[in-house]
């Protein structure tokens, strides 16, 4: 996977969906929202949430069964770039689809 997948281009790619839709009234009331104490109280609670949940890899190491039974799954899954673009595509008609519901770009 590591070997296939550039999070570079993935941003990239994100940025180039995003940007065309970009209204920067919304944009600012958006960075306003997030930079009041209420946003900003919610925003630190959900990123602690998040550092709870991600395992210490380092410590908790798979076991070499765990780490070839994820290779061959990886290898059978047949990631292609192909799978990146329809993923890519998916994403993009669910960020048009739920955009008027998201609160802080919802305006």
Same mark, same amino acid.
């Given at each position: 996977?590591?070997?296939?997948?550039?999070?570079? !281009?993935?941003? =990239?790619?994100?940025? %180039?969906?995003?940007?065309?839709?970009?209204?920067?009234? $919304?944009? =600012?009331?958006?960075?306003?929202?997030?930079?009041?104490? %209420?946003? $900003?109280? @919610? +925003?630190?609670?959900?990123? *602690?949430?998040?550092?709870?949940? @991600?395992?210490?890899?380092?410590?908790?190491?798979?076991? $070499?069964?765990?780490?070839? %039974?994820?290779?061959?799954?990886?290898?059978?899954?047949? *990631?292609?770039? +192909?799978? /990146?673009? /329809? +993923?890519?595509? @998916?994403?993009?008609?669910? +960020?048009? *689809?739920?955009?008027? *519901? %998201?609160? !802080? /770009? =919802?305006?």
């Amino acid at each position: 996977m590591s070997r296939r997948f550039s999070s570079a !281009a993935l941003y =990239a790619r994100i940025r %180039l969906e995003f940007e065309p839709n970009l209204e920067s009234g $919304k944009l =600012a009331k958006a960075l306003e929202w997030y930079d009041s104490p %209420l946003g $900003k109280r @919610i +925003t630190g609670l959900e990123l *602690a949430s998040l550092m709870l949940e @991600i395992p210490d890899f380092e410590k908790d190491r798979p076991s $070499k069964r765990r780490l070839d %039974l994820i290779r061959r799954l990886d290898a059978g899954g047949g *990631a292609s770039d +192909t799978t /990146v673009d /329809v +993923t890519m595509a @998916i994403v993009r008609n669910l +960020t048009r *689809a739920f955009q008027p *519901a %998201l609160p !802080a /770009v =919802a305006g």
